[in-house]
Every structure is written in C-alpha cells, then in structure tokens.
C-alpha cells in the first residue's frame, strides 16, 4: 500500500466555523429568551443562565476570534503543524466530516490540542490532497524524525 502524497494545507478560522458559533450563540439567545419570557417568576436560576450563556458565548467568540492561522503539512510519513518559524509534529484525527469543512483534532507531543476547521474554499486545488492524506491509513508507522520540524526554506 501507498502513503497519501505529501500536502501543505492552510488552516485557521473558515467560514463555516464562524457561522457554527453565531448559530450556537443565537440558539442560546432564543432558548434563554423564551425561559425567561415564559417563566411565571424570575430567580436565581434565571440570572444564572444568563450568566452562564453570555459566559460560554464570550468564550466561544474569543476562540473563534483567535484561531491560529498555520499550515498543516503532511510530509509522506507524519503530520506537522507549521507557524511562523515554529514546527511540532502533530497527530490529526478527523472528528467530523462534512465533505467541503472538516473539524479536526490536533494532539501535539506535549500540551493541549488544537482544533481547527479546514474548509475546501481555501484552496480548493488541494482539498482532496489533504483529504487522502487524512484518511488513508499509514502504511507503517514512523517515528518522527526531529530534523523535519526545522521551519521550511519556503513558504
């Protein structure tokens, strides 16, 4: 069996992240109106849910807000996570599939993961690329070789 070929793909925020959150956000809105209009009195639990509503809103315009730009690079044998000048090879696995947006997990060696919404709208002459080297199975597996996670010569 053959490995995916090698693929650069930009990653950042897309469009379809951006409607996703202002439509969870609005959903919230519509839900925390609608108990609050409809409730015979207003308590404790009402303020509350406002609070936590405009709480994870907040956050999840923030996030979205600041959502790393990189490249995801697939270099034949593993996958790395390009900013700026700095490199870390990452694991990526797919979580949802929506065919033209695809919401991915990236676990680096150490700390958190990153989640990111590749959309085919950024460049659509490498989507496919990127979506055989995501889902075809590694051949074997390779450790990371730490020369590769030097930052590129070019862009």
């Known amino acids: 069996m053959y490995n995916a070929p090698a693929v650069s793909y930009p990653v950042g925020r897309s469009h379809f992240q951006v409607f ?5 956000v609005l959903a919230g809105a519509v839900a925390q109106t609608t ?3 409809l409730s015979a009195g207003h308590g404790v639990g009402h303020v509350l849910g406002c609070l936590l509503w405009l709480a994870i809103s907040g956050w999840a315009v ?3 807000l600041h959502t790393p730009q990189a490249q995801l690079v697939w270099d034949g044998q593993c996958w790395m996570w390009r900013s700026g000048t700095a490199s870390q090879v ?3 696995q797919v979580i949802l599939d929506g065919q033209h947006n695809l919401l991915l997990c990236l ?7 990153w989640w990111v919404w590749p959309a085919q709208q950024t460049q ?3 989507w496919l690329a990127l979506r055989r080297a995501l889902f075809s199975p590694p051949s074997h597996s390779v450790e990371p070789d730490p020369s590769r996670l030097a930052a590129p010569s070019e862009v």
């Open 20 to 24: 996703l959150t202002l439509a969870v």
């Open 35 to 37: 108990w609050w209009l």
């Open 62 to 64: 923030w996030y979205g």
């Open 90 to 92: 990452v694991v990526a």
């Open 107 to 113: 676990q680096p060696q150490s700390g958190a993961a």
């Open 124 to 126: 659509p002459e490498r």
